[in-house]
């Protein structure tokens, strides 16, 4: 990897977490006092030089100010087809639609629309989210897409097609596929609230 494409994959993850450590803060799960040691702990993580350049550069300025203001860029989504490769080789978008048919998938998806995406049409949600209820409903990613307006999830076709999704959302999908990383997400949680009381 190039030294401009790593140091911008640093300066990603670093705004990245930073939110996800504030928004632990704002939901009472890690203590106000504790956040300025663990953002200490992330920047001390990734003190690269070429981070720091890249940092100063027009691009990097531009990178830091798209997470900081907009959210993730979609060159930095995950993509969901790649995980679900490793369960369905053959059919990845069928292990994404069976994690689309759940209405948890959808309430989650509809939350984080809610939050980041001020063109998110919530009534054509709860269309779907009524259709859910029938044993014979399914929706896939594109479908999603094209009736919400969504943005956290976005599609391409052809050869090098598939789902990518963001960060937070590509999160859940793993979650999904694994429930062994679940499980052990949920007991960190409950690690740091004890250790917070």
């Keep these: 990897m190039a030294v401009s494409k790593r140091a911008e994959a640093y300066i990603a993850y670093a705004a990245h977490t ?32 070429a981070a720091f350049a890249f940092s100063k550069t027009q691009r990097g300025k531009e990178l830091l100010q798209v ?12 993509s969901l087809t790649d995980m679900a490769r490793e369960e369905n080789e053959t ?11 759940s209405r948890n998938t959808l309430a989650l998806l509809r939350i984080w629309e809610t939050r980041n995406n001020p063109e998110f049409d919530d009534a054509a949600c709860e269309e779907l989210l009524q259709a859910a209820k029938k044993p014979a409903f399914t929706v896939t990613a ?9 943005i956290g999830l976005v599609t391409k076709r052809g050869k090098s ?3 990518s999704a963001h960060p937070d959302i590509a ?27």
Excluded: C
């Design 18 to 49: 930073d939110e996800i450590i504030r928004r632990l803060v704002d939901r009472g799960i890690l203590a106000k006092d504790e956040l300025d040691e663990e953002l200490n702990r992330l920047y001390s993580s990734i003190k690269e030089e």
């Design 67 to 78: 997470y900081l203001k907009r959210g993730v860029p979609q060159s930095q989504y995950i």
């Design 91 to 101: 059919s990845p978008s069928y292990v994404i639609q069976g994690w689309l048919r």
């Design 142 to 150: 594109t479908r999603w897409i094209e009736k919400t307006n969504a």
């Design 161 to 163: 097609g598939g789902t």
């Design 171 to 197: 999160g859940d999908f793993y979650m999904w596929l694994h429930p062994v990383f679940r499980l052990e997400l949920i007991e960190r949680l409950w690690l740091i609230q004890g250790e917070n009381r």
